[in-house]
């Protein structure tokens, strides 16, 4: 069993920089078995891919609506995944998500594609 727990998220201004960490954990676990996702839900909406990381973090994607202003990030000693986010906007405010998946994908964009999923941080950008 995977155990992930996100931290780091709160409630900042437009254009302020928010990172987000999840600390991974489990009996035998190693991150580095694992590609990372972050995703995000709004209130009333579905839950949307915002970034991934591959096992060694050699590949990443991002959604388009936070290309350029998020960067994702790994540290496999810490077990531990980042997702540094950069002049946030209203319209980012969302429970943000990791997840993790031990399985191989093209790009790691797809709910179903991962296997285990954080509680969840909130994180709110007032205008």
């Known amino acids: 069993q995977v155990h992930l727990v996100e931290s780091g998220g709160g409630l900042v201004q437009a254009g302020e920089s928010l990172r987000l960490s999840c600390a991974a954990s489990?009996?035998?676990?190693?991150?580095?078995?694992?590609?990372m996702g972050w995703f995000r839900q709004a209130p009333g909406k579905e839950r949307e891919f915002v970034a991934s990381?591959?096992?060694?973090?050699?590949?990443?994607n991002y959604a388009d609506s936070l290309k350029g202003r998020s960067t994702i990030s790994r540290d496999n000693t810490k077990n531990t995944v980042y997702l540094q986010m950069n002049s946030l906007k209203p319209e980012d405010t969302a429970v943000y998500y990791c997840?993790?998946?031990?399985?191989?994908?093209?790009?790691?964009?797809?709910?179903?594609?991962?296997?285990?999923w954080g509680q969840g941080a909130q994180v709110t950008v007032s205008s």
């Open positions: 489990g009996r035998t676990f190693s991150i580095s078995d694992y590609a």
């Open positions: 990381i591959s096992r060694s973090g050699g590949m990443t």
């Open positions: 997840a993790a998946t031990i399985r191989y994908y093209s790009d790691y964009k797809r709910l179903l594609e991962y296997d285990y």
